[in-house]
């Protein structure tokens, strides 16, 4: 397996409260993503990173900020969680070839 | 706004029978169509991947069939076993620009029977 972390693995949170996911990569690779995944939808693209300090916005990126402040660790922060963002959340890293990602094993997050 | 279509959401097939998923997109600017797999509580992993100037590729059970044309892609899964047992998403990347990205299908869930 990539050397791909995510944590917290689960969480449950309420209403209205910050909520910040971590994602820790070992590989060294520039590209890094996330991804909400929702019965029906499929994954979806909220923000990706092609480089330190380098990022931009995906499909979904409306309440969800990103950081990325060393290559290793990409931060997806919830400003104020809302019950529609109730999701499995995928990190993804690539380097060169867009189509060949590496996924993470997935955060679970309940708003309540 | 889904630019890959996929079907169907899910499929049932005998142990041995072939499993065949279909995919078709809009936007002529997508250059690779790779498909994943995911089982259950983990997440996607890369099974196979296709150009557009290419209309078969082959990887030992596992099959694209590309039509250019058509704007359409499937995945052919001979000897279907209960291990391939999952959920199968198509995909398409833009590999230039500052549009780097990965867009989804909507996901099948395949079961093979034993």
């Known amino acids: 397996d990539a050397g791909i972390t995510q944590s917290p693995r689960h969480k449950v949170t309420e209403t209205g409260t910050p909520v910040t996911l971590r994602c820790h990569q070992t590989e060294n690779h520039r590209y890094m993503y996330w991804y909400r995944q929702d019965p029906g939808h499929g994954l979806r693209l909220i923000h990706y990173s092609y480089g330190v300090k380098d990022t931009d916005k995906g499909e979904v990126s409306d309440g969800y900020s990103v950081s990325r402040s060393k290559t290793e660790d990409f931060l997806l922060t919830l400003e104020s969680a809302t019950s529609s963002q109730t999701s499995v959340y995928f990190c993804?890293?690539?380097?060169?070839?867009?189509?060949?990602?590496?996924f993470g094993p997935g955060t679970r997050l309940t708003v309540t | 706004q889904q630019q890959v279509k996929q079907s169907p959401q899910s499929l049932i097939v005998q142990k041995g029978g072939i499993s065949i998923i279909n995919c078709a997109y809009e936007?002529?600017?997508?250059?690779?169509f790779p498909w994943y797999q995911q089982f259950p509580g983990k997440g996607p992993a890369l099974l196979i991947a296709i150009r557009p100037d290419v209309s078969e590729k082959k990887e030992g059970r596992f099959t694209i069939s590309f039509n250019k044309s058509a704007k359409q892609f499937s995945l052919h899964i001979m000897d279907s076993q209960p291990g391939d047992s999952a959920t199968y998403f198509c995909?398409?990347?833009?590999?230039?620009?500052?549009?780097?990205?990965?867009?989804f299908g909507s996901g099948t869930q395949l079961t093979v029977l034993p």
């Open positions: 936007n002529t600017a997508f250059d690779y």
């Open positions: 995909a398409a990347s833009i590999s230039s620009g500052s549009a780097r990205q990965l867009t």
């Open positions: 993804a890293i690539s380097e060169g070839r867009v189509y060949e990602q590496y």
